[in-house]
């Protein structure tokens, strides 16, 4: 099994940046994929980014992808997610979550059903 925690939320201004960190133990090994999702009461959990854990590109939400950079450690088996220009519309509980084997299915990078190991979530709050 793959366990994931995330730090770094907390309550920032309009334009400010924060930095977000997923830590991933366990079977780390096994590992293909980590995305980030946010989540805000009473709507869907959605689709921020997912890194490969092997190589490959990085995939961006169009809400994010000019602001939001996710990048990885791979000798802290830590995933990033660096916010930059955050506007009050990010306020959510950003949680991270690990994909451990391939696949061929469509779209899988932005469907959250797609990932087994989720972590707890960290909120992140921007005021206006």
């Known amino acids: 099994q793959v366990q994931l925690v995330e730090s770094g939320g907390g309550l920032v201004q309009a334009g400010d940046s924060l930095r977000l960190s997923c830590a991933a133990s366990?079977?780390?090994?096994?590992?293909?994929?980590v995305g980030w999702f946010r989540q805000v009461p009473g709507k869907e959990r959605e689709f921020i980014t997912t890194i490969s854990w092997v190589g490959g590109p990085t995939f961006y939400s169009d809400s994010v992808k000019d602001r939001f950079t996710a990048s990885r450690d791979e000798a802290a088996n830590t995933v990033y997610l660096q916010m930059t220009s955050l506007k009050p519309e990010d306020t959510a509980v950003y949680y991270c979550?690990?994909?451990?084997?391939?696949?061929?299915?469509?779209?899988?990078?932005?469907?959250?059903?797609?990932?087994?190991?989720w972590g707890q979530g960290t909120q992140v709050t921007v005021s206006s």
């Open positions: 366990g079977r780390t090994k096994s590992i293909y994929a």
């Open positions: 979550a690990a994909r451990t084997a391939p696949t061929s299915r469509p779209d899988w990078r932005a469907r959250s059903v797609e990932f087994t190991s």
